[in-house]
């Protein structure tokens, strides 16, 4: 089992940066890949970035390549999101998720985390 507590949502303007953490309990944080996803008003849940656990491999959404970074911290159990030059139709709610391969972590399945607001304004 893997519960998910994410952190670090707020209000920013457009062009500036916001960095998430999301804070997994369970013993087997280490061997599980991460990711975000995000969700805005009236539309459906969208991948944003994920890491596997084995090598660090980082996967994005094209949306989002050059602006965010993912990473990880197995000793602290954290995951990270950092976002730069955010824009305000990334105003969405933020989730945090886990899973056992980065395949299903992408595909949607797995552990989430109840999610941050984050919202920039123009």
């Known amino acids: 089992q893997v519960q998910l507590v994410e952190s670090g949502g707020g209000l920013v303007q457009a062009g500036g940066s916001l960095r998430l953490s999301c804070a997994a309990s369970?013993?087997?944080?280490?061997?599980?890949?991460m990711g975000w996803f995000r969700q805005a008003p009236g539309k459906e849940r969208e991948f944003v970035a994920a890491?596997?656990?084995?090598?660090?491999?980082?996967y994005y959404a094209d949306s989002v390549k050059g602006r965010f970074t993912i990473s990880r911290d197995n000793a602290k159990k954290t995951v990270y999101l950092q976002m730069n030059s955010l824009k305000p139709e990334e105003t969405a709610v933020y989730y945090c998720?886990?899973?056992?391969?980065?395949?299903?972590?992408?595909?949607?399945?797995?552990?989430w985390g109840q999610g941050t607001q984050v919202t920039v304004s123009s």
């Open positions: 998720a886990a899973d056992q391969s980065t395949s299903t972590v992408v595909a949607g399945e797995g552990y």
């Open positions: 369970g013993r087997t944080f280490s061997t599980f890949a």
């Open positions: 890491i596997s656990w084995s090598d660090g491999r980082k």
